[in-house]
C-alpha cells in the first residue's frame, strides 16, 4: 500500500519502503534545481545545513541518501531536523563507496537501514527519524562552548593574514564605482530566512531603488522576489544559469593570487567583458566592501551570516574578514536579517475591525455632512422597508 510515495511491508521488520530515480551529486546545492517528488537524491554532506534543508524540503523529496554523518554533534545544525519534522526520510552514513554502485538515474530503493538498486543491496546506513534528529540537535548544543572556543581562535588566527581588507583598496571596474556611487545598495545572500526579508523590503525597493549587488545564489533570490540584480559578484558555484545571465554586471571573486575558477563558468555562459576581483575573505563580506568603497549612502545586507552556527553551516572556521568589514563599514551598514519577524506581513483581526470601523465613520461623516446624500440614503431605506414589508 502507497501512502505519500512510500510502500509499507516488506523490508526488514515492517519498516517503510520507498523507491525512486537517483540524483547523484557530492555537493547537495549543485543537484537541488533538479530535484523532484519522485527523486531520491544521494549526498556527500557532513553536517547538513539548514538553507540546504530547506531547499530539498521545498524540492518535493521524500527521502535523502547521505553518505556522510548529517549530524555528527560538532555543533547544533539544524538540517537533519527539519528534514526529518518534514517528514523526508533520511537514510544516514552509507559511506562514499554508494558513489560507484549508484549513477544519475538509477532505480533504486530504500528498506530500513539498507539501499538497494536491481533487488541487491549496496549500502547500509541509518535511518535518521525526527526523534533521533531532535535529540542529537539537543547533545550538540551541550557541547557548543568547544565548537566557539575553536571557531574564536580561528577568526583571530586568520585576522592578521586578512587584516589588510581594513586599508586596501579593491579593483573594482569605474564604470561600477559610478553607478554606486551616492546611492543606497542592496546587499543579498541566499542565508538565512532570505526570501521573508526580502518580501519584507518590498517597501523599500519600491520607493527607494537602491543599487542590487547579488553575491552568488542571491541573484536567484532577487529573481524570485521579482528584481534585477545590478551587480552578481561571487565564485559563480551557487547561482542558476538563468541568474547568471538576468544579472546587469558579473564581477567574478578570485583568490588573492588572481585565480579565478568562477571565470570559466562566467565565459561558458557567453557572458563576456566580466572582470575578476582578487581578495580574502567571504564574497558577501568584499560584496560589502565593494559597495562602501565605491561611495555608497547606505549599505543593507539580507541573508548575510552572522551567527556561529550559520558560519559552521557554511563550512567556515572562522569570521576574520566578516569581523574586519564591520569594523571597517561601521553605521553605514545596516544588517535587515530578522526584518520580516519585526513587521509580519499577515493581518491580525483586530486590524481588520478597526480599518472597517474606520471606514464607516469615514462613510457616514460624508453622508451626515450632505444633505443631497443624506435624502438619497434615507430614501433607499424607505424602499428597503416597503420592499421587505416592515
Request: hydrophobic content about 45%.
Amino acid at each position: 500500500m502507497k501512502e505519500n510515495g512510500f510502500v509499507k511491508g516488506g523490508g526488514p521488520g515492517g519498516d517503510l519502503r520507498l523507491s525512486g530515480r537517483a540524483v547523484v551529486g557530492k555537493k547537495t546545492k549543485n543537484i537541488v534545481p533538479r530535484l523532484d517528488g519522485g527523486c531520491i537524491p544521494i549526498v556527500d554532506h557532513e553536517n547538513l545545513d539548514r538553507v540546504t534543508a530547506e531547499s530539498l524540503v521545498e524540492s518535493g523529496v521524500a527521502a535523502v541518501v547521505n553518505a556522510a554523518g548529517s549530524a555528527t554533534g560538532m555543533y547544533p545544525n539544524l538540517g537533519p531536523f527539519i528534514l526529518a519534522r518534514a517528514g523526508v526520510y533520511i537514510l544516514d552514513g552509507v559511506g562514499r563507496k554508494v558513489f560507484e554502485e549508484v549513477s544519475d538515474g538509477d532505480e533504486i530503493e530504500l528498506r530500513g537501514d539498507g539501499l538497494f538498486k536491481n533487488g541487491a543491496l549496496v549500502a547500509v546506513g541509518e535511518h535518521l527519524d525526527e526523534e533521533t534528529a531532535e535529540r542529537r540537535l539537543r547533545e550538540s548544543r551541550e557541547v557548543v562552548g568547544y565548537a566557539l572556543e575553536s571557531f574564536a581562535q580561528n577568526t583571530v588566527e586568520y585576522m592578521r593574514i586578512e587584516k589588510g581588507l581594513l586599508y586596501s583598496t579593491l579593483d573594482v571596474p569605474e564604470e561600477l564605482a559610478k553607478e554606486i556611487r551616492g546611492r543606497q545598495v542592496l546587499v543579498v545572500v541566499r542565508g538565512y530566512d532570505y526570501r521573508q526579508d526580502l518580501a519584507a523590503l518590498g517597501p523599500y525597493l519600491r520607493g527607494v531603488r537602491p543599487f542590487v549587488i547579488a553575491v552568488d545564489g542571491g541573484a536567484d533570490a532577487i529573481m524570485e522576489a521579482g528584481w534585477r540584480t545590478d551587480l552578481l559578484f561571487g565564485d559563480m558555484d551557487s547561482v542558476s544559469t538563468h541568474g547568471l545571465l538576468s544579472s546587469k554586471h558579473v564581477l567574478v571573486h578570485a583568490y588573492p593570487n588572481g585565480e579565478a575558477p568562477g571565470m570559466e563558468r562566467v565565459r561558458k555562459a557567453g557572458i563576456k567583458g566580466a572582470k575578476a576581483l582578487p581578495a580574502p575573505g567571504l564574497s558577501e563580506d568584499i560584496a560589502i566592501l565593494v559597495a562602501e568603497q565605491c561611495g555608497a549612502e547606505l549599505i543593507v545586507a539580507v541573508g548575510t551570516h552572522v551567527g556561529l552556527v550559520e558560519f559552521l553551516d557554511k563550512g567556515r572556521k572562522g569570521a576574520s574578514s566578516t569581523f574586519l568589514t564591520r569594523l571597517k563599514v561601521g553605521a553605514k551598514l545596516v544588517d535587515a536579517k530578522g526584518v520580516s519577524k519585526l513587521y509580519p506581513g499577515h493581518v491580525s483581526p483586530m486590524m481588520l475591525v478597526a480599518l472597517v470601523a474606520a471606514g464607516l465613520i469615514a462613510v457616514s461623516a460624508v453622508v451626515y455632512s450632505s444633505e443631497q446624500i443624506a435624502d438619497i440614503f434615507n430614501l433607499l431605506a424607505i424602499r428597503l422597508r416597503l420592499l421587505l414589508g416592515i
